[in-house]
């Protein structure tokens, strides 16, 4: 199998990913919800109802676990990672966002008139962190059980 069908042929990898897209999409339609107003730029930032980096971590943690064994060492490796990604989600970008709201206003406060203003929504709050971490396997999983790879979904297609 040459590089480039191999790519193809791994399951985790594009489930994983495509509930982090899942998740990115969401955020639009949640953020609707909440102030009334269609913003697709949303789609492409960081930050938001639910955590694409959750569910791209949980995702490939749980595809990994169902994959190679739920007491595989891999397995543990891929949960301690998720376990940090999710925990910088919560913790260390959402109190950088909180820091960049305070800048943000002692700025305007010494300069009225500067352009600087820095990104505030970086982090998420727990229960955002909580729904993106729910929606990896929930895409993930039934997507490599009853799916497989995206090679295999192509070859079904075509045959």
Known sequence: ??????????????????????????????NFFST???????MFETG??????SALITGATSGIGFELGFDSSIFALAVAIALIV???????????????????KLSKKLEPKSEVILKETLGHTKFEVIVGS??????????????????????????
């Open 1 to 30: 199998m040459s590089e480039f069908s191999a790519f193809f042929n791994n399951s985790i990898l594009f489930w994983s990913l495509l509930s982090c897209l899942l998740a990115q999409f969401l955020k639009i339609i949640f």
């Open 36 to 42: 009334g107003k269609m913003n697709f730029r949303i």
């Open 48 to 53: 938001g109802m639910p955590s694409s980096h």
């Open 86 to 104: 999710m925990y910088d989600a919560s913790g260390v970008r959402k109190s950088a966002g909180i820091q960049a709201a305070e800048i943000n």
């Open 134 to 159: 729910f929606l990896g396997p929930l895409i993930t999983l039934p997507g490599m059980f009853f799916l497989g790879s995206p090679l295999k979904i192509f070859n079904l297609i075509i045959n």
